[in-house]
């Protein structure tokens, strides 16, 4: 059976009152078969980590580079996430690829990175609303996850997070039949290539409301949440409703 995964990405959120939110989140989740992830921002992470050390909840990066050291001012390294007590990070985010341009290969030699460090690669793919309209969906999903996903992606190392990007931050989302479409897509183009088994995640506008009903959706495995990841209470009501799933 495939890991069931909640999956929360705190984007550039989040000072040290946001610990508090940690707090609250523990006695929400618990130890078994659905994971929980929480991604803070870098500056974050070893605060987080210390909090969740020995707690059923494991702390994640939102980028790194791919160069193991060097002279990239701004930038921090797999080894630097895994040193701050991560165990994932999030690779090729959509507003990763907007905003700093980053290709499918930018992110396969991340994902190397991160694979070299001993951290779990969660891999972002999505289309575009004008990709949706002009129904190329499937096919852009194919392309993204050749060339993000280096040779040795195994469900171990690797997670998919699919995330329509005109559902991120709307509050819009694909109907259940266009998720299904993507994820049931996804595997079977993954179970060619690589191992069955991948973790496939799916991302945009997911909310304590409409949690269960994606959850319940063929080939969804948990979610990647962005802005209701924010509150505990709202994460928590998610990762219930996959425990439940
Ligand atoms: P929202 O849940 O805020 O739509 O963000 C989704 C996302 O981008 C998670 O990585």
Same mark, same amino acid.
């Given at each position: 059976?495939?890991? %069931?995964?909640?999956?929360? =990405?705190? %984007?550039?959120?989040? #000072?040290?009152?946001? #610990?508090?939110?940690?707090?609250?989140? $523990?006695?929400?989740?618990?130890?078994?078969?659905? /994971?929980?992830?929480?991604?803070?921002?870098?500056?974050?992470?070893?605060?987080?980590?210390? %909090?969740?050390?020995?707690?059923?909840?494991?702390?994640?990066?939102?980028?790194?580079?791919?160069?193991?050291?060097?002279?990239?001012?701004?930038?921090?390294?797999?080894?630097?996430? /895994?040193?701050?007590?991560?165990?994932?990070?999030? #690779?090729?985010?959509?507003?990763?690829?907007?905003?700093?341009?980053?290709?499918? @290969?930018?992110? @396969?030699?991340?994902?190397? @990175?991160?694979?070299?460090?001993?951290?779990?690669?969660?891999?972002?793919?999505?289309?575009?609303?004008?990709?949706?309209?002009?129904? *190329?969906?499937?096919?852009?999903?194919?392309?993204?996850?050749?060339?993000?996903?280096?040779?040795?992606?195994?469900?171990? =190392?690797? *997670? *998919?997070?699919?995330?329509?990007?005109?559902?991120?931050?709307?509050?819009?989302?694909?109907? #259940?039949?266009? *998720?299904?479409?993507?994820?049931?897509?996804?595997?079977?183009? $993954?179970?060619?290539?690589? &191992?069955?088994?991948?973790?496939?995640?799916?991302?945009?506008?997911? /909310?304590?409301? =409409?949690?269960?009903?994606?959850?319940?959706?063929?080939?969804? &495995?948990?979610? $990647?949440?962005?802005?209701?990841? $924010? %509150?505990?209470?709202?994460?928590?009501?998610?990762?219930?409703?996959?425990?439940?799933?």
């Amino acid at each position: 059976m495939r890991t %069931k995964i909640a999956a929360g =990405n705190w %984007k550039m959120n989040g #000072l040290t009152e946001s #610990l508090a939110e940690i707090d609250a989140l $523990l006695p929400q989740i618990s130890d078994g078969q659905t /994971k929980a992830i929480i991604c803070p921002p870098a500056t974050l992470i070893s605060s987080l980590a210390a %909090k969740a050390s020995g707690q059923p909840l494991s702390i994640g990066g939102q980028d790194c580079h791919a160069a193991a050291s060097g002279a990239h001012t701004g930038d921090v390294s797999a080894a630097m996430l /895994k040193d701050a007590g991560a165990d994932c990070v999030i #690779l090729g985010h959509s507003e990763r690829r907007a905003d700093h341009g980053e290709t499918d @290969a930018d992110v @396969a030699a991340k994902t190397l @990175a991160a694979w070299d460090n001993g951290l779990v690669a969660i891999v972002c793919v999505g289309e575009t609303e004008a990709q949706r309209d002009a129904g *190329i969906t499937l096919q852009v999903i194919r392309d993204q996850l050749a060339g993000s996903l280096p040779d040795g992606a195994t469900p171990a =190392n690797t *997670i *998919i997070a699919y995330e329509p990007v005109w559902a991120i931050g709307t509050g819009r989302t694909p109907t #259940l039949d266009q *998720i299904a479409e993507v994820h049931d897509d996804m595997n079977a183009t $993954l179970d060619t290539r690589f &191992d069955a088994g991948f973790s496939l995640l799916y991302g945009g506008s997911v /909310k304590p409301g =409409n949690a269960a009903e994606i959850f319940a959706v063929s080939n969804v &495995d948990g979610a $990647l949440v962005g802005g209701a990841s $924010l %509150k505990a209470s709202d994460f928590g009501a998610i990762w219930s409703a996959l425990n439940a799933a």
